[in-house]
């Protein structure tokens, strides 16, 4: 329910802001999935020069002190995120993920999450337009400017899709739903 | 007698025009330095592979456009290359641009049965990571690039799967037609030049009016070097001979004061030049530009000639032609006789160049002593006789007496001269054939901007493979491949875009082991049904050349040249690794991989002859000394050779002085200062008795010969220049140290 205000209020200040203009940070300040929710998700890879979709579902649980993202289908796959490491494992065992890049990209949509936009602001230009919730992030740190085109959240009352576009026209596509099942965690 | 006189005069005028109109057809001037440099290369099945391989890139032109945006590049490109179309300079393209854009997925979209070898090793392997959890994990995972894993994965291949999707060819747009240079965009154009009109397409593309003032262009073309070359070498060659003959025709007036002697020195020039340039041509069946050049130098040598019998026809004594002509006949032919051994030099040089000087410099001189002895004593004129003896001598005369007088040691000079040419065979000499010439700035700039554009890194270094058939090249430009990818060496492979049937074969079966577990992986991973296609299948070159007709690659398959097959591969020129640097490319056994090298080779042979020629001029001095010693003594014969010897040195120190470096065309100089010397030293000393008249046609012959070769100085082709300077010091010394072979000499 603290989402959905803090969405609506969003949207009611970027319906203000106009679009295409920058949006001012302390609005966005409440842009989260809250502490202790879950959320399902059903996410599309598209490889553009295969024309292929590799479509994956899950499950993504924002606990006190830890980002999980769980992949159920085709396989389980859990990718943790806590005190800026990450893990990944099946449930049963995980390891260390390493790669700088991934842990950085983990830790960027870890944010985008949980509203972390002070951390966001290094790394991204962000613009706001109506109508709706339709953020629009440019990325101008060089690591990521490489390769990410843009990325986009969307949504009217929840946070409805997050699209990731590669300079390669490579994509990323989560939809984020059952919102109404959501359920504080323990 | 007036009737002979108008006979020969009219033989002289005429024969030259005949001559002319009928070889002018065949007369075939060549601009290749290297070629001028080294024929003979080109004897082996190897070499005319290699020639082959040079003319097929010799009319191609390459234009870069380079701007802010590719659209607004490729709108120029669109009106450029319908600019091209409509002129006959240039070949019609038979490719688009936009034929480009996809060449990198052509080997997909047609199921065509090709695998790298580190791709076939993961398939022999079965090191399919697309199946190993770890690489599922990376695929799937929103925090990871799919990419990195994807392009390693052989199964990215099978149809039905990830089609299209890895390159395993490094054939891009990017890296072969567009390039972010200086973080512009570039956009490159592909043409053929027509053959023989390379003239007027340098002329068009120096023009081009392009719609877009924000946009450059750069062209080049290997054969618009040699229009430029030729251009500048015609137009140097006719203004020096040009000059020369006015420089001749100046000092002949000054001292004559005659018409006759103007119109008989030219129409006798004209001659010999014309004689000797049909002779050489006939031999060679062409002449090089520089040759012709060089050639220049001679008609100063044949105006020495004319001017020694003109002058004798103020003798008092001389009564007619014909005893002018047998007072100077005994020094005029020592001293051809002294030319004839330096020119021979030249003809027998591995130069072909030299060759061509040579025949054209023994040929014209020959001629012109059959001038004089034919022609010249037909317009005998006796002249007002002057004081044929006297006191007056000359500045040169003075200096050589006043040593003499002080008793120096002049002879010391033969062992420093000796020494002086062993220190110069040991010294290194500067004989790289790059620096022989100057290129022509605008194409050097434009070419190495486009070459940086698309890529372009290939040198002077090659291998040359051959068998039976393309087949069987194929397969060993393979085994090159392995051998060169595993010392790291860069390298243009045909294979890499058309491998040989064998390794097809083993991909196409590689492919279908592969096939046999698609349905139960897609089934498995949930993954979107694509279309079934019809699966790998092997292809020809053919087929290749139909679907991408632009390719460079093309080239490098050279076909059947007598009983074998022949393809190149050129290396790239930048082999930082040190894996490259330790690499030595002699180390292949087969006898059908050849490493060719083309400068090493020329200038491993240009070097030798230049040490061949210090041996030579000390052997020469030697005999040339025990001959003359037998004939006139041995004090005459070393006061003869001395002033040869003592300007030699003299013409090489100042070079060294200069600080230019020595190379062959300085030494080659020293050939032509050691025959003229002994040339001025002949008069001087069959003039023992002290004319005047002898006197003042060495100093005129001298002038005439001077002006021919400083003119030569002046030349912008270092290997023009470097002769003609030397030559020109040489020739300064060899007059002030001529009289040395009569006051020197011993009096009979």
């Keep these: 329910m603290v989402l959905n205000k803090v969405l609506i209020t969003l949207f009611f200040l970027l319906t203000l802001s106009n679009s295409g203009y920058a949006i001012d940070k302390k609005y966005l300040s409440g842009l989260q999935f809250p502490i202790g929710t879950e959320v399902s998700y059903k996410q599309i890879r598209f490889i553009k020069s295969t024309n292929f979709k590799l479509e994956s579902s899950g499950l993504l649980k924002v606990h006190t002190n830890k980002i999980e993202w769980h992949q159920i289908n085709p396989f389980v796959h859990i990718i943790t995120m806590k005190d800026g490491v990450m893990t990944s494992g099946d449930g049963n065992t995980s390891e260390e993920v390493k790669n700088p890049i991934a842990t950085k990209m983990a830790r960027i949509m870890f944010d985008l999450f949980q509203g972390n936009f002070l951390a966001l602001e290094k790394v991204f230009t962000m613009k706001a337009s109506s109508p709706g919730i339709n953020l629009s992030l440019t990325p101008i740190n060089k690591d990521f400017a490489g390769f990410i085109k843009g990325i986009e959240l969307v949504g009217n009352k929840n946070v409805e899709k997050f699209y990731l576009e590669e300079k390669s026209g490579n994509s990323l596509t989560i939809k984020f739903f059952n919102f109404i099942k959501m359920k504080k965690l323990k | 007698m007036i009737k002979r006189q108008y006979l020969i005069l009219s033989i002289l005028c005429l024969l030259p025009v005949l001559l002319f109109s009928f070889y002018s057809r065949f007369f075939s001037i060549n601009t290749d330095v290297l070629t001028s440099l080294n024929r003979d290369y080109f004897a082996t099945g190897f070499s005319t592979a290699f020639e082959q391989y040079e003319n097929s890139l010799s009319r191609d032109l390459v234009i ?136 007027s397409a340098l002329k068009i593309l120096a023009n081009l009016k392009l719609k877009n003032q924000n946009i450059k262009y750069y062209y080049s073309s290997l054969g618009l070097y040699g229009v430029v070359a030729r251009s500048q070498a015609m137009d140097e060659s006719s203004t020096f001979s040009l000059l020369t003959i006015v420089l001749i025709l100046i000092t002949f007036f000054f001292y004559f004061k005659s018409l006759r002697h103007l119109v008989l020195c030219l129409v006798s020039i004209v001659f010999c030049t014309s004689i000797g340039l049909y002779i050489s041509s006939f031999v060679f069946g062409e002449i090089h530009l520089m040759s012709l050049l060089m050639g220049i130098s001679i008609l100063g040598i044949m ?219 897609i089934k498995k991973f949930k993954m979107e049904a694509v279309d079934k296609t019809s699966g790998h299948k092997s292809f020809t070159l053919d087929h290749l050349k139909g679907k991408n007709p632009n390719l460079d690659i093309y080239k490098q398959n050279l076909g059947k040249i007598g009983e074998f097959h022949y393809i190149i591969v050129p290396l790239y020129i930048s082999q930082e690794s040190t894996a490259a ?73 100042s070079i060294l002085v200069l600080g230019v470096g020595i190379n062959i065309f300085h030494l080659l100089g020293t050939v032509l200062i050691f025959a003229l010397g002994l040339d001025y030293s002949f008069f001087y000393f069959f003039n023992r008795k002290g004319s005047i008249l002898t006197r003042s046609s060495i100093e005129l012959s001298t002038l005439t010969t001077i002006s021919s070769f400083g003119v030569l100085a002046l030349s912008s082709t270092h290997a023009v220049s470097s002769f003609g300077t030397v030559v020109f010091i040489g020739i300064v010394s060899c007059w002030l140290w001529a009289p040395f072979s009569y006051l020197g000499a011993k009096n009979e």
């Design chain 2, 64 to 199: 870069a456009l380079k701007g802010e945006g590719l659209n607004e590049l490729g709108l120029e490109a669109d009106h450029i290359t319908a600019f091209l179309d409509s002129k006959d300079e240039f070949e019609k393209s038979d490719a688009s641009r936009s034929d480009f854009k996809n060449l990198g997925q052509f080997y997909f979209e047609n199921h065509m049965a090709i695998l790298t070898p580190k791709q076939r090793g993961l398939f022999k392997n079965k090191q399919f990571k697309t199946l190993e959890a770890s690489a599922l994990k990376k695929i799937y995972s929103p925090f990871s690039s799919a990419l990195s894993t994807l392009t390693l994965d052989p199964y990215a291949l099978v149809p039905g799967f990830f089609e299209n999707f890895a390159k395993p060819v490094s054939l891009t747009p990017h890296n072969q037609y567009f390039k972010n240079n200086d973080l512009k965009p570039t956009l490159i154009i592909r043409r053929k030049i027509t053959a023989g009109l390379e003239e």
């Design chain 2, 303 to 521: 105006a020495d000639y004319f001017i020694h019998y003109f002058i004798k026809e103020k003798e008092e004594v001389t009564i007619s032609g014909h005893d002018a002509f047998l007072s100077i006949k005994k020094p005029l032919l020592w001293s051809f006789i002294t030319s004839l051994i330096g020119f021979i030099i030249f003809a027998l040089a591995p130069l072909p160049l030299l060759q061509e000087f040579g025949v054209f410099s023994i040929s014209s001189l020959f001629c012109a002593i059959l001038v004089v002895r034919f022609g010249l004593v037909s317009f005998f004129k006796p002249t007002k006789p002057k004081s044929n003896k006297g006191n007056q001598l000359g500045l040169n005369e003075r200096f050589i007496k006043a040593l003499v007088k002080k008793n120096i040691r002049i002879w010391m000079i033969v062992p420093i001269f000796i020494c002086f040419l062993f220190l110069l065979v040991l010294k290194n000499t500067n004989n790289d054939i790059r620096s022989f010439s100057t290129p022509d700035k605008i194409l050097r700039q434009n070419e190495s901007f486009i070459k940086n554009s698309i890529g372009y890194k290939y040198g002077y270094e090659f291998y040359i493979i051959r068998a039976s058939n393309l087949e069987e090249t194929l397969e060993l430009e393979e085994v090159l491949k392995g051998k060169l990818t595993k010392a790291s060496v860069r390298a243009s492979f045909l294979t890499h875009y058309l491998p040989s049937q064998k390794t097809q074969k083993e991909s196409i079966s590689l492919y279908q082991s592969a096939s046999e577990n698609m349905d139960a992986f």
């Design chain 2, 581 to 653: 640097k330790q690499f030595d490319p002699r180390i292949f056994e087969d006898k059908n991989i050849v490493y060719m090298n083309k400068l090493e080779f020329i200038n491993k042979d240009v070097s030798s002859f230049s040490l061949s020629i210090s041996y030579g001029i000390i052997i020469f001095s030697f005999i040339f000394f025990i001959i003359l010693g037998f004939r006139f003594g041995v004090i005459n014969a070393g006061a003869i050779i001395l002033p040869s010897m003592i300007s030699i040195i003299i013409a090489i120190s």
